[in-house]
């Protein structure tokens, strides 16, 4: 009788099946101890590779929802909403506003819930609900796509200095200790708030706000243009047309060509002087209402206003 093939794998050694036992066991044990050795390093990458998608998603809600605002690099636009890709909002943010909870609580609470607004408060509008299940349009989950992206600012915004740092004082938060963390502003490099909304350097005397008699006269109105924040969403080197609408505000460039037929009845100066002091009267077709700071008349005079107002509408205006 021919014997198969497979004979050679017959072991008729009571011993030699005991030793061959024991090795296939200790081989599966290696081999099992192999797989976990390399399923740390799998889990970890497996986990930034999430971690980065997430922040990916995160940067293209930011960027439809939220860069209108707090700008498209997250420093925020004066006078609309405050920076966010800021040494100061990651260093001492927290303290000022006493809050107890992680950052990424804080950002969770305030993307989602929102965060109310005083009438007359030096930004031009509330912070909206964003949280279904709050009320509004997004998903717990890209909320947290959200808080990701801005904590993916974090290493960044540390090594900026007090001078570089984009972050504007809130009126009535003024800079506080940090106890427990036994830091200082000055050991933070970072700006220090006064009550009134000031901002002082560190090692230099508290800033004191400046009184009206200290004023120098009207400001120039390039000079206007750039502290009050229009620059953040105004373009003056290009014309607004159909297949180029500014964002979030419309384009500059042909102001001049086009005021004048915005509003029936209302010619070019009182169209856009209308358009600073009560921007909400009338909103260009396609942008959306409560963007455009509506306190302007108390943070510039009338005759600043109107030499801002001439400016704008100088086809030759310098810039």
């Known amino acids: 009788m021919r014997k198969p093939w497979y004979h050679i794998l017959y072991v008729r050694s009571p011993l030699a099946k005991i030793l061959l036992g024991i090795a296939s066991v200790m081989i599966s044990l290696v081999l099992i101890l192999f797989q976990f050795s390399l399923e740390e390093p799998r889990m970890k990458a497996q986990a930034g590779n999430w971690d980065g998608r997430s922040i990916e998603k995160g940067a293209e809600i930011f960027a439809n929802n939220c860069s209108n605002c707090h700008g498209a690099d997250g420093k925020g636009l004066p006078n609309v909403a405050p920076a966010l890709n800021s040494k100061y909002f990651f260093t001492q943010r927290l303290y000022d506003v006493g809050w107890a909870g992680t950052q990424a609580d804080y950002i969770e609470l305030t993307v989602a819930a929102g965060r109310p607004s005083k009438v007359g408060a030096q930004w031009a509008q509330m912070m909206p609900t964003w949280s279904n299940e709050f009320g509004g349009p997004l998903r717990p989950d890209q909320v947290q796509h959200v808080v990701n992206f801005v904590l993916n600012w974090r ?107 915005k509003v029936p009845g209302e010619d070019a100066q009182t169209y856009v002087h209308n358009s600073i002091v009560n921007p909400n009267e009338y909103v260009n077709p396609g942008y959306t209402a409560g963007i455009m700071p509506q306190n302007f008349s108390e943070q510039m005079s009338e005759e600043e206003i109107n030499g801002l107002v001439e400016w704008l509408l100088n086809p030759n205006r310098a810039q």
């Open 155 to 261: 290493d960044d915004a540390l090594k900026q200095t007090a001078e570089e740092d984009p972050f504007q004082c809130f009126h009535g938060t003024p800079t506080k200790p940090q106890p427990d963390a036994g830091k200082t502003p000055e050991d933070l490099n970072i700006k220090i708030c006064a009550a009134d909304g000031t901002a002082t350097m560190p090692g230099e005397p508290v800033a004191v706000a400046p009184t009206p008699a200290e004023s120098a006269g009207p400001r120039p109105p390039q000079e206007l243009f750039n502290a009050m924040g229009c620059v953040g969403c105004h373009k003056l080197d290009q014309n607004q047309t159909p297949n180029n609408q500014g964002q979030p505000g419309p384009n500059l460039g042909n102001l001049y060509e086009t005021a004048g037929s």
